[in-house]
T-cell receptor
Framework: AQRVTQPEKLLSVFKGAPVELKCNYS??????LFWYVQYSRQRLQLLLR??SRESIKGFTADLNKGETSFHLKKPFAQEEDSAMYYC??????????FGSGTRLQVQP | DTAVSQTPKYLVTQMGNDKSIKCEQN?????MYWYKQDSKKFLKIMFS???????INETVPNRFSPKSPDKAHLNLHINSLELGDSAVYFC??????????????FGDGTRLSIL
């Protein structure tokens, strides 16, 4: 069965520190992974997807099939990065399986 | 312009009541979804519809009945509300029949509280 695991409920860092939000997945097929972000009082929105291999707002994520991971990274955290981050896996049934989310708190 | 809009934003009601949440998208997408976010912020798919046709029904009690009058609307009706139904319900949509690589666009969510 497909599963997405985000082991950290809360990650607290200081401004300017590097950030890594962990995501591991379990899926027998070819994975399609996304990161979604939910800022305070805003809707869930797409941050990036692995197929695009892009950097959005300084964030990057690399799919590692050997380790079945898709960790989200940013070299220097900003206060405006504080939000709830969800890793999601497309399972080929026209829906996403989400992880439980990690709250990132960037302190000044 | 709001792409995916849900009404109401907040819904407080008593156990045993019947309520509906409406969702509309103006993106021209074919596929719409309902997700439930519980108190621990865990998001789980409930239903998906593609062009008014039910695609996914994820072991949701039959007290929950989605209705899609057209591909731009997907409403959620809940009968005999229970305490465990308290959650935030998110509507979403995506293009091309929900194909892979297509991001989903979410509404603001409806916070349902059962007294």
């Amino acid at each position: 069965a497909q599963r997405v695991t985000q082991p950290e409920k809360l990650l607290s860092v200081f401004k300017g520190a590097p950030v890594e939000l962990k995501c591991n997945y379990s899926y027998s097929g070819s994975p399609e992974l996304f990161w979604y972000v939910q800022y305070s009082r805003q809707r869930l929105q797409l941050l990036l997807r692995h197929i695009s291999r892009e950097s959005i707002k300084g964030f990057t994520a690399d799919l590692n099939k050997g380790e079945t991971s898709f960790h989200l990274k940013k070299p220097f955290a900003q206060e405006e990065d504080s939000a709830m981050y969800y890793c999601a896996l497309y399972t080929g049934r026209r829906a996403l399986t989400f992880g439980s989310g990690t709250r990132l708190q960037v302190q000044p | 312009d709001t792409a995916v809009s849900q009404t109401p934003k907040y819904l407080v009601t008593q156990m045993g009541n019947d309520k509906s949440i409406k969702c509309e998208q103006n993106l021209g997408h074919d596929t719409m979804y309902w997700y439930k976010q519980d108190s621990k912020k865990f998001l789980k798919i409930m239903f998906s519809y593609n062009n008014k046709e039910l695609i996914i029904n994820e072991t949701v009690p039959n007290r929950f009945s989605p209705k899609s009058p057209d591909k731009a609307h997907l409403n959620l009706h809940i009968n005999s509300l229970e305490l465990g139904d308290s959650a935030v319900y998110f509507c979403a949509s995506s293009p091309q029949g929900g194909a892979r690589n297509q991001p989903q666009h979410f509404g603001d969510g409806t916070r349902l509280s059962i007294l």
